[in-house]
Structure formats: structure tokens, C-alpha cells
């Protein structure tokens, strides 16, 4: 079973309803015994980055993750999710998990798309990642896939965390983590078959991490 | 590199698919749950909804049709139509979509947009505007005028001034809609998405006039639309979105391709 955080962000019921779909148990909570028997996490979210962590400390459930993540769970961060797994946000200016180095910066205004003209910001829509390392989260996944976006801020993880990248105005990362702990920029609950197959690598990794021990 | 979008746009009347030409004369042409689905299978971006029921019955088949798509469809939707309240959008965004379009309501109350941006976030809140040409004026000096009701109603509101408060108020992603060319299939109206998609920082929709697959290559080339909205195009079996796509990525544009 895979334990969606709650901590009132949006878009919780969107991959609760893809798992569902994929057939994959699943619940939305934030009580840390279901959390603690769940198989993995999955630690979404859309929102702002200060009152997402208000929440998180309100709730003790920064406490809670930081222990399961120490004791092994598997973790996927999705779009805020991705960022706030960092040291700090400048949205809202904001010191945030620190589980993974690095922190979390605005695209400048200032950047321009290839043809020239300046980016539209919000980064909206379905765009492509470069592979800097091989993750099980893409197996089976036609690399050529596009991914779907919506964010302002991008992450940006100490190197040797960078999973994937993506262009926008400049090329930033999309994908970072290390075995066991994911973060996507992207959301893969609305990024079609590529975005399911992610998931469903999840669930799969989650199962045999949970029957290995 | 960010791919244009694709977007078909289902007008929805009690529950069934309907298409009409220049806001009048609705026909009945399908289930919607079933049409969205088979888009999603051909490769669309990205999907709307155009909730044309006025019932309050209406309304509830509506947040059916919204809940049956977000079970089997994985990529954002959005639903417009008769949304006026920040309980309104959270109604539908419960039910499943992505994305709220405001339109007449947010000409009328500005502050909806704001409302729902602090509520949900930009990236929620689309702003659909209706434009009608007219000649340019010292109260419409871009000669694009807001109307409302179908067209039916003119607002005495520059379309260019509209557009860039809509984004200032914190509108995510803005729908210009040409009543000149809906249903035409006569083409974008080039002039008024390229005349907002240079004056506003977030993406711009093209919507109204597709009749050809070229029509989009131009809504995204020469009039800088991050996405072209389509209906009667794709409602009729005329192309499949697949075949839409395909074209536009021989002419070169950036467009998703393996899905």
C-alpha cells in the first residue's frame, strides 16, 4: 500500500485517482501509523512553498517523513513535493526539508525560449527530459517521452542528485533523488502512459523493498 | 523544449457533447466521457470542457461527466461554463480537473480571478475572453472588443487592456476566443492572439476558427500561441488529433509525439 501525504496540498485526489487506476492500493493520510505500514510514500503537491511547510511542521509530519526516509521507506516527491524535499525555497523565501542538499530558485524573467522570445512563465505544458543517469523509475519508458509541467520554481539539487534534466529558458533539473528517494518537477499522474509507467515502477520498486525485508 | 499543445474542446449541454456554430444552433454529437477518452488515446495535450447547461440539474450531470473523465483520462483537464464563485471552482476541481475557465463572470467580477488564484493558484485559473473586431475607438483602441453572452452582449472593454489585467489579477493561462472566426473553420484570428500573446507573460490559447491542420501551425508560429484550441476539426472525424499532430510536426513545431 502506498500512503499519499496529506498535508492539504492540492492535487492529492489526481494521483490517488491514477493509482486507483493502475490498481495499486492506496490511501491519503497523514496519520503516522498508516504511514509507517505503508510500503512507500508519495509526497505530492501543489501550492506555495511557505504555507506548504507551515503545514508540515503544524502537523508534525516533516518529523514523520524525515524518520521513514532514515528507516528506508521509499519516497516519491511530485512538483512542490520535488522542491520542498531541498534546504530552501525562494518562494517565499522559505528554509524547507533539507532531506536532499540543494534549494529551490524562480525562473528569471529574463530567459528566452530558443526562437528567441521570452519565456511565458508559468513553465506550462509537456516538455522532454535528458537522462544524466540511469533511475528504475524510467524502466520500460520510452525515453523520447514528453512529461507534463506546471511551476515558476525549479529545483536545483547538489549534482550528484540530478536524475534528469529539462530546457526552459535554460536547462534546469527535473528529476533528482537517489535509490529509494525520487522527486519529479513533472506530474506524472497527468503525463499520460509515460506518467503511469513512473508510477507503477514505484509501486513496483516499493513492493520488493517491502518483501526484501 | 517545451512542446506547443493541442487542445480539443468539448461543449457540453446536460451531459451530451454539442457543437454549434457561432454560439448558436447546438447539436447533440456524443457521449463526452467516451469523446475525451478517445482523444487522450490519440495524443491530446490536454483537454476542455465547456459546460453550456444553465439547469441546476445541469450541473450536477456536469460534475458526473467531470468525475467520470479524471478516472481514465491522465492528462489536465479543465472545466468552464457558469463558474462565478470560489466554491464554484472548488466544486469542480474536487471533481477532478486541473483547471477552471472563467469567463463572463470574471468581466463582470473581476476580482474572481484574484479570489480563485489565493485560493488554488495561478496554475488553476484559466481566463476565457470573448472578442469581437470592431473599430478602433478611444475606449477600444486595440479595435478588439470584450463581449459576453455568446457575443451578444458588448462590455465596452478593450480586449488588450482585459488581458494584461486578467493577468495582473493572477490568471495562470488566458483562452482568446474570436467570435469572429468560431465555427468558421476559417482559421485563428492571427492578428488578436499574436496582439495578446506579446503583451502578456503567461501562455496564450488560440481558440476559435481551426479548420485545417496548417490553421494551427499558424496560431503557434505567427500568432505565438503556446496552444491552439480545436472542435469542429476533430468532433466530425475530419482528422484525428493524431493526424494534427503528425502535421505540425513535419512543419516543424514542437509537439508531443509518443504518448
Redesign the interface.
Given at each position: 500500500m502506498l500512503a499519499i501525504l496529506d498535508y492539504k496540498a492540492g492535487n492529492l485526489t489526481s494521483v490517488q485517482r491514477a493509482l486507483e487506476y493502475l490498481s495499486i492500493p492506496c490511501t491519503i493520510t497523514a496519520d503516522p501509523q498508516r504511514i509507517a505500514a505503508s510500503d512507500g510514500l508519495i509526497f505530492p503537491g501543489v501550492g506555495a512553498a511557505g504555507s506548504a511547510m507551515n503545514t508540515l511542521r503544524e502537523t508534525g509530519l516533516h518529523n514523520i517523513m524525515a524518520q521513514q526516509i532514515q528507516a528506508g521507506k521509499p519516497l516519491l516527491g511530485i512538483c512542490l513535493g520535488c522542491q520542498i524535499l531541498l534546504d530552501h525555497s525562494q518562494e517565499n523565501n522559505t528554509p524547507t526539508l533539507g532531506i536532499i542538499p540543494g534549494h529551490c530558485a524562480e525562473f528569471s524573467p529574463d530567459l528566452c525560449e530558443e526562437d528567441g522570445s521570452p519565456i511565458n512563465i508559468p513553465h506550462m505544458g509537456w516538455n522532454s527530459l535528458i537522462m544524466k543517469k540511469n533511475c528504475v523509475l524510467f524502466n520500460g519508458i520510452d525515453l523520447r517521452s514528453e512529461f507534463y509541467f506546471v511551476h515558476s520554481y525549479y529545483p536545483q539539487p547538489a549534482p550528484e542528485f540530478v536524475i534528469a534534466t529539462t530546457c526552459y529558458g535554460r536547462e534546469f533539473c527535473s528529476v533528482h533523488g537517489r535509490p529509494g528517494l525520487w522527486a519529479t518537477q513533472f506530474h506524472p499522474e497527468k503525463s499520460g502512459q509515460p506518467g503511469l509507467k513512473l508510477l507503477s515502477n514505484f509501486y513496483t520498486y516499493c513492493s520488493e523493498v517491502h518483501h526484501a525485508h | 523544449?517545451?512542446?506547443?499543445?493541442v487542445i480539443p474542446c468539448l461543449d457540453v449541454r446536460n451531459g451530451k457533447l454539442t457543437k454549434g456554430v457561432k454560439f448558436k444552433d447546438n447539436i447533440d454529437i456524443g457521449d463526452p466521457v467516451e469523446t475525451a477518452r478517445r482523444y487522450?488515446e490519440d495524443g491530446a495535450?490536454e483537454i476542455v470542457f465547456y459546460d453550456i447547461t444553465a439547469s441546476h440539474e445541469g450541473r450536477g450531470i456536469m460534475l458526473k461527466v467531470v468525475e467520470h473523465v479524471?478516472?481514465?483520462i491522465?492528462?489536465?483537464f479543465s472545466v468552464g461554463g457558469g463558474i462565478a464563485t470560489v466554491a464554484d471552482m472548488r466544486d469542480v476541481?474536487?471533481a477532478?480537473a486541473?483547471k477552471i475557465s472563467v469567463n463572463s463572470a470574471a468581466v463582470k467580477n473581476p476580482h474572481i480571478i484574484s479570489e480563485g488564484a489565493a485560493a488554488?493558484?495561478?496554475?488553476?485559473i484559466v481566463v476565457g475572453m470573448d472578442v469581437l473586431r470592431v473599430p478602433q475607438s478611444a475606449a477600444i483602441p486595440s479595435g478588439y472588443e470584450i463581449v459576453i453572452h455568446g457575443g451578444r452582449k458588448h462590455m465596452g472593454i478593450d480586449a488588450l487592456w482585459w488581458a494584461q489585467e486578467a493577468e495582473r489579477l493572477g490568471a495562470?493561462?488566458l483562452c482568446v476566443n474570436s467570435i469572429d472566426a468560431d465555427g468558421t473553420k476559417d482559421g485563428y484570428e492571427l492578428t488578436l492572439t499574436r496582439l495578446i500573446a506579446d503583451h502578456v507573460?503567461?501562455?496564450v490559447i488560440a481558440s476559435g476558427g481551426a479548420g485545417s491542420p496548417q490553421h494551427m501551425v499558424d496560431a503557434v508560429t505567427k500568432g505565438?500561441a503556446?496552444?491552439a484550441l480545436i472542435a469542429s476539426i476533430v468532433h466530425y472525424g475530419e482528422y484525428t488529433v493524431t493526424d494534427l499532430k503528425r502535421y505540425m510536426a513535419a512543419q516543424g513545431v514542437p509537439v508531443?509525439?509518443?504518448?
Open positions: - | 523544449m517545451l512542446t506547443k499543445r487522450y495535450d479524471a478516472e481514465q491522465f492528462i489536465p476541481l474536487l477532478g486541473e488554488f493558484g495561478s496554475q488553476c495562470g493561462e507573460r503567461i501562455p505565438r503556446s496552444a508531443r509525439t509518443v504518448w
